[in-house]
C-alpha cells in the first residue's frame, strides 16, 4: 500500500507544489540570515505578498502585474523592517513578531474593507500554469515535473540564481562577510548598513513570491491568515538547511512531501488530525538536532553599532 | 629620511575624558616605529583617528604631501593606510583569500576564486609569510591569522603600516617569527607604527619609540640611545621598580595536591592525567598556551569542571566531588580569568561584590536578611587596604578600570584569608601600576605561608613570580622546573610540545 502511494505522480507533483511556498520565504531567510539579521517576518511577508498580489492583479487584470506589485510591497515592508532593526538596532525577534501580528491584522482589515465579506473575487487574473513540452509526455515524470505552476519553476531557478549570488559573486561573499563579522567588514571598507538592507530586502522579495505563489498560484483568492504557519516552517527549513539555498530546498521538499502525503492520505483510514500534523512533527525533529548541528552566521541576530 | 606620517597637534576629547591632548608624531620612511604607553594613555585613540575611526576635535595628520580629514577607514584605506587592529579584524568562516580581498574584490559582479587565490599567493611569497590561501581562517592559529591581517593591508597597497599590540596574543616563537616579518617589510622599506605597554619588546623591534602618558605624547627618543627603566619612567611619570624582587622562599607542606587529574569538557579530555603540588609558601606558575586545557585544570581545582578520575587533595582532605562552596569555604580562593564575567557582577555595587562568597554568613547576614552596616563597613575597610580607585563603595563594578575591577576581585578573595589563591591570568590587560601592585599582593601572600597557583599566558609573569614552573601543552604537564633553571626560550618550546629531553626535569 505504501508502495502504491509513493508510485503515484500526484503526490510527488503535490509535493513540488508544497514545496515552493516554504523554499521560497526560506530562502528569503537565508538571504537576510546571511547578512546577520535574524527574520522571523517571512510568515507577515508572505501575508503582505498574498494579499496586495490578488490587489494588483484585480484591479490591473494581470496577474503578472500583481505579482510586481507583490514584490513591491514585500521590499517595502522588509525595508521598513530593516529600518526598524539595522538603522535603530531594535531586537529583530520582537520587531519581526510584530510584522507578523501587524500584517495578519493589515491584510484581514483590507481584505474585508476593499472586497467585503464575501471575500477576493473569483474573476482575478491567476498566475498561469505551464506545460512544457517534451517533458510532460513522458510518463511518470511528466505529470510531476512538466505541468506546474509558473512560480514553481521559477523558485527552481531562484534557488540556483540564490546559490550563484551567494557563494560565487562578490556581492554575495559582502553580504556572507556581513552576517560574520560586521566590524571586520567594516574595517575592510564594506558598507554594512547598506548590505544589511539588501539582505533583508531581497529576502523579502523572495517571501512576498511565496505569498504570492499561495494566492495567485494555488488558490486564486486570498484567505485570511492563508500562509498557514508556512513561513515558520520556512524557518525550519532553512536552519535545516543550513543557511544554504539548496540546503533550503531539500528541507522543503521534505515539507512539502509530508504535506502532500498527508493530502493524499486523507480519507485512507489514518486519522486525518494525526497526517496533518506530519509537517510540523518533522518540523520539531529538524530543529532537535535530527539535521546534525547547523551553525548560523556568526553575527547573525546581533545589530551592528560601528560606535559600540 | 623622508618623513611618511607626520600628526601635529591632535586633540580628541570624549565625554569627560581628554583622550588625546595635542599629541604630536613623526614617522619616517623605513622606520619602525614604537608608541609606547600604559593603558588609557591614548594610544589606541590615536591610532583610530589616524585610521579614520575618530574625528580628531583640532589637529592635523598628513602621509606624505596628502593632507589627510578621514570620515571613514574607507579613506583611510584609499589613501595608503593599513592597520592590524589588536582584536583581529577576520571573518573566520571565510577562507584566506576570501578574506584578504575582501571589499576590494578583482572583477565586478563574479567572484574570481582562482584568481584571488593565486594573488594571496603570490602576495605571501613576496612578503615571505606562509600561508595556503585555500585554508580556513578558522582553522588557522593566532600567529597565521595575524599574517592574513598583514596580507589585507598590503593587498591593499599601504604605504603605512600600524599594528596595534601585535604580540599580546602571540606565542615566544610567534612573536619571534613576527619581529623577522617586520624587519623584512622595514628592509623594503615600508614604515610601520606598533603600539604596545610592552618594554622589551619595544627596545628589541623599535627605531624609535613615541612614549605616551594621559593623552599627550611625552617624548620621542631613538631606541637605541635609552634604556628600559627611562622608558618605563616615561611612560608611568615616575620612578618604576622594574624588577620584583622575591623574598627567599620559607617552604611548607603542601597544601594542594592533584593525582593523576583528568578533565573532559565537551567531548574531548581537555586534561590527562595531570599531577602535582603546591606547597606553603610557593607560588607554583603554570605556563602554556591559551587552549592547553590549564583553565579546565583550574575550573576542575574550584569545582566548576568535574575530574573524570583523579583526586584532589587541600591539606590531605579530599575534595575531588566537593561543591564549589564547601571548597570555597575549605580555603580556595580564586581570581578567575575573565574579571568582567566570572569574576565580578558587573551591575552590582561594589559592597554588593566584596560579599559574593560571603553574603549569607554573618556578619553580613541576619536570619536571610542582608546587614547593610557590617557590609558597608567591610567594603570601606577593603577598598582602602587594595586602594580601589574611586574609593565609592556604591559605585557598580562596571564603572572602575580594569585595574581597579581586579583590585576589588583580589581583595575579595584575600581577605578570607584561604590557604590556597588560584589566580588565572590576574594582570591580563592592566597597566603597569596595577601589574605591579597585584604582583606584590602575590608575593606576600606567599611570604604569610599561603599556596599560590599562578597560571598566566604571559610568560614574563611567569618568570617573574614563580618558585617552580609547571608547562602545559595539550592536556599534560610537559615538566616541573625551579625557576632560575629553565630559559624563557626553552619554556617557550615546551609551550609548543618539543621535549627537551629529560634534561632539567624534575
Known amino acids: 500500500m505504501l508502495w502504491d502511494t509513493l508510485a503515484r505522480p500526484d503526490l510527488w507533483a503535490a509535493t513540488l507544489a508544497m514545496a515552493t511556498p516554504i523554499a ?9 540570515e546571511r547578512s546577520g539579521v535574524v527574520n522571523i517576518a517571512m510568515e507577515g511577508i508572505m501575508l503582505i505578498g498574498a494579499f496586495f498580489g490578488v490587489l494588483f492583479s484585480f484591479y490591473t487584470h494581470s496577474a ?5 506589485g507583490a514584490l513591491l510591497m514585500g521590499a517595502l515592508i522588509s525595508a521598513l523592517f530593516a529600518y526598524v532593526t539595522v538603522s535603530l538596532g531594535a531586537d529583530q525577534v520582537i520587531v519581526g513578531m510584530s510584522i507578523n501580528i501587524f500584517a495578519a491584522g493589515l491584510t484581514a482589515f483590507l481584505l474585508n474593507t476593499i472586497f467585503g465579506y464575501g471575500g477576493t473575487p473569483r474573476e482575478t487574473p491567476a498566475l498561469p500554469n505551464l506545460t512544457i513540452p517534451g517533458i510532460s509526455d513522458i ?15 521559477l523558485m527552481f531557478f531562484l534557488v540556483f540564481a540564490s546559490h550563484y549570488f551567494l557563494f560565487h559573486t562578490n556581492l554575495g561573499l559582502r553580504i556572507r562577510a556581513v552576517g560574520e563579522n560586521p566590524q571586520a567588514a567594516d574595517t575592510a571598507g564594506l558598507n554594512v548598513r547598506n548590505l544589511r538592507y539588501l539582505g533583508v530586502m531581497i529576502g523579502g ?19 485570511v491568515n492563508m500562509s498557514g504557519g508556512r513561513g515558520y516552517i520556512a524557518m525550519a527549513a532553512m536552519i535545516f538547511g543550513k543557511w544554504t539555498p539548496f540546503g533550503s ?10 504535506t502532500a502525503l498527508s493530502m493524499i492520505l486523507q480519507g485512507g483510514g489514518i486519522s486525518s488530525n494525526i497526517i496533518q500534523m506530519l509537517p510540523y512533527a ?13 551553525t548560523a552566521p556568526a553575527a547573525d541576530g546581533i545589530p551592528y553599532n560601528p560606535n559600540k | 629620511m623622508r618623513t611618511c606620517l607626520e600628526v601635529r597637534e591632535i586633540t580628541k576629547s570624549f565625554p569627560g575624558v581628554l583622550a588625546n591632548d595635542h599629541v604630536n608624531l613623526t614617522v619616517r620612511e623605513g622606520e619602525i616605529h614604537a608608541i609606547l604607553g600604559e593603558n588609557g594613555a591614548g594610544k589606541s585613540t590615536l591610532v583610530k583617528i589616524i585610521y579614520g575611526l575618530y574625528k580628531p576635535d583640532s589637529g592635523s595628520i598628513r602621509l606624505y604631501d596628502q593632507e589627510l580629514n578621514f570620515a571613514s577607514p574607507r579613506q583611510a584605506i584609499e589613501a595608503g593606510i593599513g592597520m592590524v587592529h589588536q582584536h583581529f579584524m577576520l571573518i573566520p568562516a571565510l577562507t584566506v583569500a576570501e578574506n584578504v580581498v575582501l571589499g576590494g574584490e578583482p572583477g565586478r559582479i563574479h567572484y574570481r576564486r582562482k584568481e584571488n587565490v593565486e594573488i594571496v599567493r603570490q602576495l605571501a611569497k613576496q612578503y615571505h609569510m606562509e600561508l595556503d590561501p585555500d585554508a580556513k581562517v578558522g582553522d588557522l592559529t593566532v600567529g597565521l591569522q595575524q599574517r592574513v591581517e598583514i596580507l589585507k593591508v598590503f593587498y591593499r597597497k599601504a604605504k603605512l603600516l600600524i599594528l596595534d599590540e601585535p604580540t599580546a596574543m602571540l606565542t615566544p616563537q610567534e612573536v619571534e617569527e613576527l619581529i623577522l616579518v617586520m624587519e623584512r617589510l622595514r628592509s623594503q622599506g615600508v614604515p610601520i607604527v606598533f603600539i604596545s605597554h610592552k618594554l622589551d619588546e619595544v627596545q628589541r ?3 624609535r619609540v ?3 602618558r594621559a593623552g599627550k605624547t611625552v617624548n620621542t627618543v631613538e631606541t637605541k640611545s635609552t634604556t628600559p627603566q627611562e622608558l618605563a619612567n616615561l611612560m608611568v611619570g615616575r620612578e618604576v621598580v622594574l624588577h620584583v624582587s622575591k623574598p627567599p622562599q620559607k617552604l611548607g607542606e603542601p597544601v594542594l595536591q592533584l593525582e593523576d587529574i583528568v578533565v573532559s569538557s565537551g567531548r574531548n579530555e581537555k586534561v590527562k592525567k595531570v599531577s602535582f603540588d603546591v606547597h606553603r609558601g610557593e607560588i607554583f606558575g603554570l605556563a602554556g598556551i591559551d587552549g592547553n586545557g590549564q583553565f579546565e585544570l583550574v575550573e576542575a581545582i574550584t569545582g566548576l569542571l568535574p575530574c573524570k578520575t583523579g583526586r584532589i587533595r587541600l591539606l590531605g582532605k579530599d575534595i575531588t566531588s566537593s561543591s564549589v562552596q564547601h571548597r570555597t569555604n575549605a580555603g580556595i580562593a580564586y581570581i578567575p580569568q575573565d574579571r568582567q564575567l566570572d569574576g565580578l557582577v558587573m551591575d552590582f555595587e561594589l559592597t554588593e561584590n566584596f560579599v559574593l562568597r560571603d553574603f549569607s554568613k554573618a556578619p553580613f547576614a541576619r536570619l536571610g536578611q542582608m546587614q547593610v552596616k557590617p557590609i558597608e563597613e567591610y567594603a570601606t575597610r577593603l577598598s582602602e587596604d587594595f586602594d580601589v580607585r574611586p574609593r565609592r563603595i556604591h559605585a557598580f563594578a562596571q564603572n572602575l578600570s580594569g585595574g581597579n575591577q581586579q583590585k576589588v576581585i583580589l581583595a575579595r578573595e584575600v581577605s578570607r584569608n584561604p590557604e590556597l589563591l588560584i589566580a588565572a591570568q590576574p594582570t591580563r590587560g592592566l597597566d603597569v601600576g596595577a601589574i605591579q601592585f597585584i604582583h606584590n599582593k602575590l608575593l606576600e601572600l606567599r611570604s604569610d605561608g599561603k599556596a599560590i597557583l599562578l597560571v598566566s599566558l604571559e610568560l614574563d609573569e611567569i618568570l617573574a613570580l614563580s618558585d617552580r614552573i609547571g608547562v602545559f601543552y595539550a592536556g599534560r604537564l610537559m615538566g616541573i622546573f625551579p625557576s632560575g633553571q629553565v630559559t624563557r626560550e626553552q619554556l617557550g618550546l615546551l609551550m609548543t610540545g618539543v621535549d627537551l629531553g629529560s634534561g632539567g626535569r624534575l
Open chain 1, 64 to 68: 503578472w502585474l500583481g505579482l510586481l
Open chain 1, 24 to 32: 521560497l520565504p526560506a530562502l528569503g531567510g537565508t538571504f537576510s
Open chain 2, 210 to 212: 613615541t612614549v605616551m
Open chain 1, 249 to 258: 530546498l531539500g528541507a522543503a521538499l521534505l515539507f512539502g512531501f509530508a
Open chain 1, 205 to 223: 522579495m523572495l517571501s512576498s513570491l511565496g505569498g504570492v505563489y499561495l494566492a495567485l498560484g494555488l488558490l486564486n483568492s486570498f484567505e
Open chain 1, 139 to 153: 510518463p511518470f515524470v511528466g505529470p510531476i515535473l512538466g505541468s506546474q505552476n509558473v512560480v514553481v519553476y
Open chain 2, 205 to 207: 623591534i623599535s627605531d
Open chain 1, 282 to 294: 518533522l518540523t520539531i525533529l529538524a530543529l532537535t538536532g535530527l539535521v546534525g548541528r547547523s
